[in-house]
């Protein structure tokens, strides 16, 4: 479990994720050209709840859009 220090409107928070969500957290930030802050923020602005779990539901929800899609 890593915790990393990311700025969520201007404010500073922490996220704790295994090292394979950050690893598919900043290839899916490189795959729209975002850093990975901006996409934590697009994370943030949709959640219901804690900010860690939000990120890993996105990084599976990700991953099965792909699989579904056949890349």
Do not use: C, Y
Not at 44 to 50: L, S, V
């Amino acid at each position: 479990m890593k915790k990393r220090s990311v700025l969520i409107a201007g404010h500073p928070t922490s996220v704790s994720l295994e090292e394979e969500f950050w690893d598919a957290l900043k290839a899916e930030a490189a795959a729209r050209g975002v850093s990975v802050n901006a996409l934590i923020e697009e994370i943030d602005a949709g959640r219901a709840g804690n900010l860690s779990s939000a990120v890993r539901v996105f990084i599976l929800i990700e991953l099965q859009r792909r699989l579904a899609a056949g890349a």
